[in-house]
């Protein structure tokens, strides 16, 4: 069964920026399209970027420009540099690969900008 398991988020003033990191368990992070989500209070979860098998890259049209996602395949980790952050990108961020049929959600990685 695959683990995912996302770190690095925290409390950071507008204008700041955050490095999260996304360990997945086994050898997949280089199979698959992997992507960040993230979850606001009372919204949906959106996706955020997204990073396909060939390193091609896609981006919310909210965070492009700021947001760089990446990938180590031989870590089996995939990561997100996010700069200039806004107190609405206030949310907890999750990887998961970008099928319809995603793994099981991981707990997430809490950031929260403040103005």
């Known amino acids: 069964q695959v683990q995912l398991v996302e770190s690095g988020g925290g409390l950071v003033q507008a204008g700041g920026s955050l490095r999260l990191s996304c360990a997945v368990s086994g050898s997949i992070v280089s199979a698959n399209h992997m992507a960040w989500y993230r979850q606001a209070p009372g919204k949906q979860r959106d996706l955020v970027a997204l990073i396909n098998r060939g390193g091609s890259t896609t981006y919310a049209d909210s965070v492009k420009g700021r947001f760089t996602i990446s990938r180590d395949n031989a870590k089996n980790t995939v990561y997100l540099q996010m700069n200039s952050l806004k107190p609405e990108d206030t949310a907890v961020y999750y990887c998961?690969?970008?099928?319809?049929?995603?793994?099981?959600w991981g707990q997430g990685t809490q950031v929260t900008v403040s103005s």
């Open positions: 998961n690969r970008a099928t319809q049929n995603p793994f099981d």
